[in-house]
């Protein structure tokens, strides 16, 4: 395990909490609805002997405290600002990017509001709703998540959240690349407090994110679609079906399911880092 470069960003609103490690071309790794930058440890870990590395926690979860309330309707916004903020300050070059779940969704916004900033971008299984043919039924399933959230609590949401995901087996990394106790502990109460977060700030909001797609398909050929291997029969695959077809593009199958790179880091590296090898130059 790396020791990371660790600092904070003062940003309007909140300050951010981030992490570097290694040397090369700079790769962000945007947290998914978990918003920690712990879990993408592991594949940090096994990148940063080829790229400049950067996590961080986004603003409101784990160790990147708010300064005052949420603005929800800028929620998205706000994210996205973050990144353009922090890779100003870390990047002096158009960098790598990868977001995964609701950090793919952020990830996309980041490539259609600022593709100055971004040299590839990786979105891999965004659950954005809103782009598929049934979307009614999918925005309708999220509207009841957060009706079971309120009505029978966080643990009951949780469970059907990761049954419809297709997250029915275990979503720990490999025994090597635990944390060590401590801070395994420290990890997980920070996300079991940030769950609440996400399903009060985010569960409604960023699947409905509607993108704009001939922003997007103008600046694709930076963009690979990315899905799991284990996942390709689940929601969380299908929206990038339709960004493929509206794009022309291909969609690259990473390792393992939903969260492949936290159960199946190195690999997931390593097929990240093959993909990224071609537009390093």
Wanted: hydrophobic residues 40%.
């Amino acid at each position: 395990m790396r020791t990371p470069t660790i600092d904070m960003l003062p940003l309007p609103g909140a300050s951010l909490y981030y992490e570097v490690r290694g040397t090369g071309p700079v790769l962000l790794l945007i947290p998914s609805g978990n918003g920690d930058a712990a879990p993408l440890g592991p594949m940090a870990d096994a990148l940063a002997d080829r790229y400049t590395v950067i996590t961080y926690d986004r603003r409101g979860f784990s160790r990147s405290p708010l300064d005052g309330p949420v603005d929800g309707g800028r929620r998205l916004e706000a994210d996205v600002d973050d990144i353009h903020r922090l890779l100003g300050h870390l990047a002096r070059t158009p960098a790598h990017v990868f977001g995964s779940s609701s950090g793919a969704i952020i990830a996309l916004a980041l490539l259609e509001r600022h593709p100055d900033q971004v040299r590839t971008l990786i979105s891999h299984e965004p659950p954005l709703a809103s782009i598929l043919p049934d979307s009614d039924r999918w925005l309708g399933f999220y509207a009841d998540l957060y009706d079971t959230y309120q009505s029978s609590g966080i643990e009951a949401a949780r469970e059907v959240f990761r049954t419809r995901m297709g997250m029915t087996s275990p979503t720990r990394p490999p025994k090597d690349a635990e944390l060590p106790p401590q801070q395994l502990a420290e990890m997980l109460s920070r996300l079991r407090r940030n769950q609440v977060f996400w399903f009060e700030h985010e569960i409604l909001t960023y699947p409905a994110f509607v993108p704009d797609l001939a922003a997007l398909e103008s600046v694709s050929d930076r963009l690979v679609l990315a899905g799991g291997s284990a996942s390709r029969e689940h929601f969380p695959y299908r929206p990038n079906t339709v960004l493929a077809e509206r794009f022309g593009i291909g969609i690259v199958d990473f390792p393992g399911g939903h969260v492949g790179y936290v159960t199946h880091p190195i690999e997931f590296a390593e097929l990240l880092a093959r993909v990224l090898g071609p537009r390093n130059g």
